[in-house]
């Protein structure tokens, strides 16, 4: 599976940006997708994940409320919609597939498959 995160800009803060994750090769069917970043000096910290039909996500408390996670399985195309961006969400964004249990969702460990990541810097 090789996965290519997009979408990634310069911004200002309250403005809102959209990232796109292409998935392509083969994959488990049940295959969950998450978005985790990393801010530079900063370890990599989970920001949203969705399981592999779209019916549950799951968002990291300090976004929740400002951005979205949606999968298109079809198009094997994963989203994360940010809106009302703040300077804190500066990061480098990467997205990832694997198939974590229940209670692993948010841990880098849980997925096998990691893009190359996008930038996103916010200014205020």
């Known amino acids: 599976v090789q996965l290519q995160a997009f979408g990634g800009g310069l911004v200002q803060a309250g403005d809102s940006l959209r990232l796109s994750c292409a998935a392509s090769g083969r994959a488990n069917s049940r295959t969950a997708m998450a978005w985790f970043r990393q801010a530079p000096g900063k370890e990599r910290e989970f920001v949203a994940a969705?399981?592999?039909?779209?019916?549950?996500?799951y968002l990291a408390d300090s976004v929740k409320g400002r951005f979205t996670v949606s999968r298109d399985k079809a198009r094997n195309m994963l989203y994360l919609r940010m809106d009302s961006l703040k300077p804190e969400d500066t990061a480098v964004y990467y997205c990832?597939?694997?198939?974590?249990?229940?209670?692993?969702?948010?841990?880098?460990?849980?997925?096998?498959?990691w893009g190359q990541g996008t930038e996103v810097t916010v200014s205020s």
């Open positions: 969705i399981n592999w039909n779209g019916g549950a996500t």
């Open positions: 990832a597939s694997g198939t974590p249990i229940l209670s692993s969702y948010r841990m880098h460990s849980a997925y096998s498959h």
